[in-house]
Structures are given as structure tokens and as C-alpha cells.
């Protein structure tokens, strides 16, 4: 298998690097994350005119045909520099149910808007009982007129506080915990009964408790859909995957270049043998993971749900493991140094924390992997 770049890749890879490099020090990201909004517009708009924000959807409607690859390929960038900005709501998990769920003509009315940097779309799932159940839905879409009204509470809606549009989980029919009967909706940001409380999360991202008090979807995606949630969710761990790899790598060059410079007993820390076994463990498991990386990148594309599912469930599992790894020895290795807000390890390590428990942590996954028979079936 070939895994090396073609020309238009190793483009968009040099041009966001070049970007990230220049406009993504860790000063810079400081003082985006001090800002009213948490991030730049500035940076924001850039992104939009190198592309990024329409990357992944089709030249029909209005983006640059990008596939799993090219959206792997900016999430290690995006990690590399634990960006604020709002590319993975909007692009991959926004833009996700836009390419799957939406009519043509709702992809024609807010892809444009996208790529160009001027809708900001939040997928508002989560509740308060559901822990990491995508299915457990109480919020309530009812019909009214010829469409239809949102009642609910989502909590930890990544960027809610300044989304102009919510995607929405909310059930039509069946029990709580009924995988069947849930819906998903697009509304308004702005729409009559639509409060969001933002605030900052541990990594620094921006979050928000949201409200739905009566407020009108602007559509309704799919009436049942959670294949479509699956479907969204399992293309988003693999973009996940794909930034923890870029946060590992720079944290485990990051903590190399400290073993060589701290000193101890008058040498360097780096020529103690016990310590070069934990940055030779480290590396191991970046590799590990950037080879699971590539395969949730492939895996995502699948047809077949459950298989998908059961993939995405190991992909989590060993990127678990290994962010925590990599991310603890950083801060053993570094020592106090590491748990200060001036140094960067500390604050990779906060991302790689976020990362890990977004959609289901390692335990999670790993007890939904155990209950689905495993990675490999017994014939």
C-alpha cells in the first residue's frame, strides 16, 4: 500500500503548515484562547481561503472534492498545533451530516457558506444522563404546522456559543434509550428559544450548555438517524485520530529536545538509559497510532455500519492509550515545568486529554468492542 502524498496533497499539507507556522505560535494561541470568542476570525478566514473549510464536500456543491485523506491530512496539522478555531465542528462533524443528510438544495443554500468561513455549524448531542450513548435522547422534536419544534437541553456542544446553526438530536417516537425514533435537525442558532451558555473547556476550546425552549428547526435531516449519527460520528474519530497523532508527535520531539538540555548530576537527563527506554517507548506509540490513524481514515469509508462501528471502537481504544501514554510520560519526563500555563507540554497534554473522551473514552470503547466480538471475528 502506498501511502505516500500525491502533488495535491503535499500542496495543502505545505501551505497549512506554512500557515500554522506563521500564524500559530504558542503566544499566538494564547492570546486567541484570551479573546471574547476563544479564537480568530482571522485565522479563520485564512483557512477559508486556502480551502480548508470546503475541503471535504463535493465540487457540486460548491467544495473542493476532499476525502478522508485530505481531512486526516489537516487534523495532524490542526493537532500539531492544537488550533482553536472551529474546523472540527464545522467542517467534519457539520459539514458530515450536510454531505450525508441534507437535500441538495439545503447543501446549495449553506455549503458556500461554509467553505467561505461564514457559518459556523455545532452538533448538539449530548445530554446530561446519556454519558457516551449516542441513542440516549430525552430532548423532543414535535410536529407543528409543516414543521417541526425543538424541546431539550444539550450539554459540552463544541463552539454552540457562537455556532450559527445547531445540528440536533431529538426524539420523535419510542423511549429514551431507543435506538430508534431519534431525529436529526438543523436550527437556527438565532431562532426563538435558542439560548447557549459558552464557556472554556480544560484544553482551551470553547463549548456551550444549550437550550432548544420551543425553537423551529430551520429542517429536519432524518426523521430516524442515528446510521446517519453513526455514520457523522465515525468520520469524526477518525479526524480525531488523525489530531492526536499531530499533538503526540510534537509533544514526544518536544520532550527529546528537553532530555537534551536538562542536566542532572552534571549530563544531560537524555543519557540516562531508564529515560531513553521511556522517549524509545513513546515514539513506539506515536508510530502505533499514526498506523491507526491511516486505518481509520480507510475504515471510516465503509458501508457497513456495524463493521465500521467495530473498527472506529479499536481506533478509539488504541488512541486512548497511547495520548495517555505519551502525554504522561511528557509530563514525568519534563517534571513541574510540565504542569505550568507558560509551557506548551502541558497544554498538549490537556488536548490529548479532551481528545481521548470525545465520543466514548478508551473503557468505553473497549467494552463495546469486547461486546461486538473483538477486531478480527472468530469465524
Known amino acids: 500500500m502506498d501511502f505516500d502524498l500525491n502533488e495535491s496533497q503535499s500542496l495543502l499539507k505545505d501551505s497549512l503548515t506554512k500557515l500554522l507556522s506563521a500564524r500559530y505560535g504558542f503566544e499566538d494561541r494564547k492570546r486567541y484562547m ?13 483557512y477559508a481561503e486556502l480551502g480548508l473549510l470546503g475541503l471535504p464536500f463535493s465540487e457540486d456543491d460548491g467544495g473542493f472534492g476532499g476525502g478522508a485523506e485530505e481531512t486526516l ?17 464545522t467542517v467534519v462533524l457539520g459539514g458530515g451530516f450536510l454531505r450525508h443528510g441534507a437535500e441538495a438544495s439545503l447543501r446549495q443554500e449553506l455549503v458556500p457558506a461554509v467553505a467561505g468561513g461564514e457559518a459556523l455549524i455545532s452538533f448538539a448531542f449530548q445530554e446530561r444522563q446519556s454519558r457516551y450513548d449516542l441513542h440516549d435522547v430525552a430532548a423532543t422534536a414535535r410536529r407543528q404546522g409543516g414543521g417541526w ?11 454552540g ?20 425514533g431519534v431525529g436529526v435537525f438543523l436550527v437556527p442558532a438565532k431562532a426563538q428559544g435558542v439560548n447557549a451558555r459558552g464557556f472554556r473547556q ?41 489530531e492526536a497523532v499531530g499533538a503526540m508527535d510534537v509533544v514526544h520531539t518536544m520532550t527529546l529536545d528537553y532530555m537534551k538540555t536538562r542536566t542532572q548530576f552534571g549530563k544531560p537527563i537524555g543519557t540516562f538509559q531508564a529515560l531513553q527506554h521511556r522517549a524509545a517507548d513513546m515514539l513506539i506509540q506515536v508510530e502505533q497510532a499514526r498506523s491507526m490513524s491511516y486505518f481509520a481514515a480507510m475504515a471510516s469509508q465503509n458501508a457497513d455500519r456495524l463493521e465500521r462501528r467495530r473498527d472506529m471502537h479499536a481506533v478509539k481504544v488504541q ?11 511528557s509530563i514525568q519526563l519534563h517534571g513541574g515545568i510540565a504542569m505550568t500555563m507558560e509551557y506548551a507540554a502541558g497544554h498538549y497534554f490537556k488536548r ?28
Open 352 to 379: 490529548l486529554t479532551v481528545n481521548e473522551a470525545a465520543f466514548g473514552d478508551t473503557d468505553h470503547h473497549l467494552r463495546a468492542l469486547a461486546d461486538a466480538g473483538g477486531l478480527v471475528q472468530a469465524a
Open 319 to 329: 488512541l486512548g492509550r497511547a495520548a495517555r501514554f505519551v502525554g504522561q510520560q
Open 149 to 159: 419544534v425543538i424541546e431539550g437541553r444539550k450539554g459540552m456542544v463544541l463552539h
Open 73 to 89: 491530512l489537516v487534523a495532524e496539522q490542526m493537532g500539531r498545533h492544537i488550533t482553536l478555531e472551529p474546523w472540527f465542528s
Open 34 to 46: 484570551a479573546s471574547a470568542e476563544g479564537w480568530s476570525r482571522e485565522v479563520w478566514a485564512q
Open 202 to 242: 480544560v484544553d482551551g476550546t470553547r463549548a456551550a450548555e444549550v437550550e432548544f425552549a420551543g425553537a423551529a428547526a430551520h429542517s429536519c435531516l432524518a426523521e430516524d438517524g442515528m446510521d446517519l449519527v453513526d455514520r457523522v460520528v465515525d468520520e469524526a474519530i477518525a479526524a480525531l485520530a488523525g
Open 161 to 180: 456559543d457562537t455556532a450559527d446553526w445547531h445540528v440536533v438530536t431529538a426524539r420523535v417516537a419510542g423511549s429514551q434509550r431507543d435506538r430508534a
